[in-house]
């Protein structure tokens, strides 16, 4: 399939599912194409004069006011993408390359950054014929993904380094060679053009709102899990609270899909049966489960806001304004509304910890019960389902690493060069935090979905499970009847609940 990148507004999610499908290619339509064009004219035009724009004849930074001469200029883009090679810390995956590519491609097709038609042309290619640069995942404080960007930039212009086929790591232009490329030649401007953005925290970003829809579809699962195991070993589980007239009463994003959510997997299940004895209601990790799925669904949608405000707009330093026929030099490149979103999305993920955790908790005395009897029984004990004694210890300390993980990290950027960059978002370490904070919760949901389905595999009443709830308890039962070691267990139980995201 062949996706056509335009000035229209741009969904994260079609962006993030463009990226992982590494069949997928991008064009650019005839007005992206006659928008870049026109601003690479008026690049042309503006270094013709002897105007002095930052980075375009001057140095960067503290050195912002030191013009760099015409015959210098050719050479300087290089020194530019050289000194920003930077970076260091693990590479990113390919996945994740491809996201930051994408990125940029976009950023170049919304006209603010003057690059030629040539480096858009070059771009669209290294990602439609799947180069995966070498690029160091640390080294951005969040005011332009400098050095993430440098890396893929230095494979561009034939150096660097990047993952052949068979994923070794070879010279850029290598690379290059190998799906016929050769090293693009940059014209003035292009060294600070290709490294003056947040595709970083931008493409990445939208690659981890896939994972926190999947996460937040599979918090209902794991909550009608529980409630089908602790109804059938205490009087419990008030399915009151997850009535549409409670959803109703209260305009809260998200709190009525939850509830829905949870009906639509309880559907058929005994604990839809009026006679039984549910008790007046339950504790507030079952009862207020919706309120706290639907914070974190509002979250979710406030970050693919945020994401689709930076895919959609233009965040380049100097910014190559066509309608006023300028280069101008600003801040956009300056992400806190999307760095904000990464943090309250720790804070929200946090909160669904805590009851995921304080569910496990009342679904461990039944837990105990069961083996006392197994224990006790003359004839030994039978071969069945098992799990491991202490998992809800694990849940704990997932959940006090997911609450140090909650804490603001935007506020600490240190003043940089010379006190001219004085104030950062360290929007990557907030999503770097996040990506953390998802894969603890994922682990977490998996120990609840675990322990739920070990109970309800116990139960020899066999009550009738949810149309939707008994899918997932079949399918964790082979594992549970593997009795394999905890780590294994979780992780088997996680990629099996989580797979594909991520």
């Not at 850029?172 to 292009?190: I, M």
């Amino acid at each position: 399939m062949t996706w056509v990148l335009g000035n229209a507004p741009l969904s994260a999610r079609d962006f993030a599912a463009l990226v992982r499908n590494a069949d997928h290619q991008v064009e650019l339509d005839d007005a992206a194409w006659k928008l870049v064009r026109r601003s690479r004219e008026l690049v042309d035009q503006v270094a013709a004069s002897s105007e002095p724009v930052y980075g375009l004849n001057t140095l960067l930074g503290s050195g912002r006011n030191t013009p760099v001469s015409a015959e210098k200029l050719l050479a300087y883009q290089v020194q530019v993408v050289r000194y920003h090679v930077s970076g260091i810390g693990p590479f990113l995956d390919r996945e994740q390359s491809r996201a930051l590519m994408l990125s940029r491609l976009v950023g170049f097709a919304r006209g603010g950054s003057g690059v030629h038609p040539d480096t858009v042309e070059f771009y669209r290619q290294l990602f439609n014929r799947g180069v995966h640069p070498a690029i160091p995942r640390d080294g951005s404080v969040g005011s332009s993904d400098l050095t993430q960007l440098a890396a893929l930039a230095s494979v561009v212009i034939g150096e660097g380094q990047a993952f052949d086929a068979e994923g070794e790591l070879v010279p850029g232009a290598r690379a290059l060679a190998a799906v016929g490329l050769e090293p693009l030649v940059l014209r003035p401007l292009e060294g600070l053009a290709l490294i003056s953005a947040n595709s970083y925290s931008v493409g990445l970003g939208a690659l981890e709102l896939l994972r926190l829809d999947r996460l937040a579809e599979f918090a209902d699962v794991a909550l009608a899990l529980s409630l089908e195991a602790i109804g059938r070993y205490q009087d419990s589980a008030a399915l009151s609270a997850y009535s549409a007239p409670v959803a109703e009463a209260r305009r809260l994003p998200g709190l009525a899909a939850s509830s829905s959510a949870v009906r639509e997997l309880l559907a058929g299940s005994y604990l839809q049966n009026p006679n039984r004895s549910s008790g007046v209601q339950d504790a507030l990790s079952f009862r207020s489960a919706p309120q706290t799925h639907g914070a974190l669904r509002a979250q979710i949608e406030a970050l693919a806001e945020a994401l689709e405000v930076e895919l959609e707009g233009r965040s380049d330093n100097p910014l190559v304004d066509v309608p006023s026929g300028r280069l101008i030099s600003g801040g956009n490149f300056q992400v806190l509304p999307l760095a904000l979103s990464f943090e309250s999305l720790r804070l929200a993920l946090g909160h669904l910890g805590i009851i995921s955790e304080r569910r496990i908790a009342k679904l461990y005395p039944p837990q105990r019960l069961i083996r006392q009897a197994a224990l006790a029984a003359t004839e030994g004990v039978p071969e069945a389902e098992e799990l491991p004694g202490l998992l809800w210890y694990s849940a704990a300390g997932l959940l006090a690493e997911l609450k140090a993980l909650a804490q603001p990290v935007t506020l600490g950027a240190p003043s940089l060069s010379d006190d001219i960059e004085d104030h950062s978002t360290l929007a990557p370490l907030a999503l770097q935090q996040l990506q953390r904070s998802v894969e603890v919760v994922e682990k977490l949901l998996s120990i609840e979905a675990l322990t739920a389905a070990f109970l309800i595999l116990a139960d020899t009443a066999e009550r009738p499970l949810g149309a939707g709830t008994a899918v997932v308890v079949q399918q964790l039962a082979p594992l549970l009847a593997a009795r394999l070691p905890a780590s294994a267990l979780v992780d088997e139980a996680r990629s099996l609940l989580f797979g594909g995201i991520g």
